[in-house]
């Protein structure tokens, strides 16, 4: 065995056991986690465990839905805010560019896929390709980690990363016949990295954002030291496994089971004759279900079924799951969806703090990678005496909603109230663009759909009424089109008594229109 390589023996052949004593041996008594016989089992490299997680992904639902959890609840809403510069013009300038870029990269589909990769496999490596002529992003894909090494001296800090391609790739670069799929194929790789596969080259790839094309590399939980992030899943692989023997063995007994068995006995002693006569009746019953079966002594039929054979395995299906929620960084309760707030407040808390350290990745990622450079090319940079700053807007999530926040919103809200806080904060906490609904406003003003418009017309009614009610004209008006009454209408001679009538009429209504 590889592993006892190196491994000092002399304490065991000191032992009795190893001079020939046979009553006691210090190897019967070995033991170590890391050799455990269940571990062998696991897989030894990188891309077998890769497989092994993308697995159980796809096929289990506690693992499923435990990693789109961790990948879609980070990710809510993002905006774009403001350089820091005190020119208005120009920070709204570069705003609505970068905005330009963001949409042209995708960039929330972008930070998903970022999300799902960095939760499943631990790795994340963006290749950002750039358009050197017109300073832009051209696209933005992210790499499958089986293709892509990752090496660093011991006195240095950097990584290096090498494209490793698959021998799917090399066979179709060097083939001499290509078909037009594969062309097409082709055509999207660029000519140096196909030059260098055909040469048998290894493939450096670069990782200054400054330079041109690059690659970027995001892990999860690495030390200084490490070259690779540690996926959230290979602690919860062991678990997984022994979850999956379990299930495995529960499949088998039900597979022989499938059918029922039946014992059928008798008290009585039987001759072969009667033996083989209720054999032939049970198989005409069994092909039958109305054949009566006739014999002179008593008979038991039992039937076994596979209910008395499954494994009773509730509280271990049990334990195994909170080991694996867990494992996860998750409360099981969280992922069925039936847990009670008071008894997840603490698990929120803390899960509000790793998703906030995530973003905070993601911020610096795409501010400093992706932003950054471009804004320096377009020459988006205030200098003074002794510095220059690479003015670049920042990216903003929506507040996390993972748990009931009504007291943190009222507390809020009076500070808004006071004019302690502004209403870009107020609205970001209910995930409304600030931005965006600040042009709904402006759009709305002055208009029915003003909220206070109302208000305005019945203010210019009451401020109104008064001067047009001692208007005649507004008085003859009221009278022909509210109640009919014109001075044609009156007899001859009483023209007078109308048009008192018409008075009264108009002053009765002047004094409800005051009131109201």
């Given at each position: ?25 210090r190897f019967d008594n070995f033991f170590h986690p890391t050799y455990s016989p269940d571990l062998f089992s696991l897989p030894y490299t990188l891309v077998d465990e890769r497989d092994l997680m993308l697995h159980f992904y796809e096929r289990d639902p506690y693992v499923g839905h435990a990693i789109d959890m961790l990948t879609e609840l980070p990710i809510s809403r993002v905006h774009h805010t403001l350089p820091l510069t005190e020119n208005a013009d120009k920070a709204h300038e570069i705003l ?355 909220s206070r418009f109302n208000d305005m017309l019945s203010s210019f009614y009451q401020e109104m009424g008064g001067k047009f009610a001692n208007d005649p004209r507004f008085q003859k008006l009221i009278a022909e089109r509210g109640f009919g009454i014109t001075n044609s209408d009156a007899p001859t001679g009483h023209t007078q008594a109308y048009s008192s009538k018409n008075k009264q009429i108009a002053s009765a209504l002047r004094e409800n229109v005051l009131t109201s």
């Amino acid at each position: 065995n590889n592993f006892l390589e190196g491994m000092d023996f002399r304490g065991f052949i000191d032992s009795p056991g190893i001079q020939g004593d046979t009553t006691s041996s210090r190897f019967d008594n070995f033991f170590h986690p890391t050799y455990s016989p269940d571990l062998f089992s696991l897989p030894y490299t990188l891309v077998d465990e890769r497989d092994l997680m993308l697995h159980f992904y796809e096929r289990d639902p506690y693992v499923g839905h435990a990693i789109d959890m961790l990948t879609e609840l980070p990710i809510s809403r993002v905006h774009h805010t403001l350089p820091l510069t005190e020119n208005a013009d120009k920070a709204h300038e570069i705003l609505r560019y970068m905005k330009v870029v963001s949409d042209k990269i995708h960039l929330f589909e972008l930070l998903l896929d970022i999300a799902h990769d960095y939760w499943l496999y631990g790795n994340v490596f963006v290749y950002v390709e750039k358009n050197l002529a017109k300073d832009d992003i051209e696209r933005v894909i992210i790499l499958d980690p089986n293709i892509v090494q990752v090496e660093r001296s011991y006195m240095s800090t950097d990584n290096v990363l090498f494209l490793v391609p698959d021998e799917n790739l090399r066979h179709m670069i060097k083939s001499s016949f290509i078909d037009n799929d594969i062309r097409k194929l082709l055509n999207t790789i660029p000519d140096e990295i196909k030059k260098a596969i055909y040469d048998n080259k290894k493939i450096e790839l670069n990782t200054d954002p400054y330079e041109g094309t690059f690659v970027h590399h995001i892990a999860r939980r690495k030390s200084q030291y490490d070259v690779l992030g540690t996926p959230i899943l290979r602690r919860c692989l062991n678990d997984l496994m022994y979850r999956e023997r379990i299930r495995q063995a529960q499949v088998s007994i039900a597979m022989r089971n499938l059918a029922p068995k039946h014992v059928i006995s008798s008290e009585a002693p039987l001759e072969d004759a009667e033996m083989d006569n209720l054999r032939d009746q049970v198989d005409a019953s069994m092909e039958s279900p109305d054949f009566v079966i006739l014999t002179t002594f008593p008979i038991n039929w039992q039937q076994i079924g596979a209910e008395t054979r499954i494994l009773q395995l509730s509280s271990e299906w049990e334990e195994l799951n909170s080991r694996i929620a867990a494992g996860m960084g998750l409360r099981k309760e969280m992922i069925f969806g039936d847990g009670v707030f008071g008894d997840t407040k603490l698990g929120l808390d803390i899960l509000d703090k790793r998703f906030s350290l995530f973003r905070e990745k993601l911020k610096i990622f795409v501010e400093e990678k992706l932003w950054a450079p471009i804004c320096y090319q377009k020459g988006y940079v205030e200098k003074d005496k002794n510095t220059s700053m690479i003015l670049t807007p920042g990216l903003a999530f929506t507040r996390l909603s993972l748990r009931d926040n009504e007291a943190v919103f009222q507390n809020l809200f009076q500070l808004y109230q006071k004019g302690s806080l502004s209403v870009r904060t107020v609205l970001d906490l209910f995930n409304i663009d600030p931005d965006q609904e600040m042009d709904y406003l402006r759009d709305d003003l002055f208009t029915l759909n003003d909220s206070r418009f109302n208000d305005m017309l019945s203010s210019f009614y009451q401020e109104m009424g008064g001067k047009f009610a001692n208007d005649p004209r507004f008085q003859k008006l009221i009278a022909e089109r509210g109640f009919g009454i014109t001075n044609s209408d009156a007899p001859t001679g009483h023209t007078q008594a109308y048009s008192s009538k018409n008075k009264q009429i108009a002053s009765a209504l002047r004094e409800n229109v005051l009131t109201s």
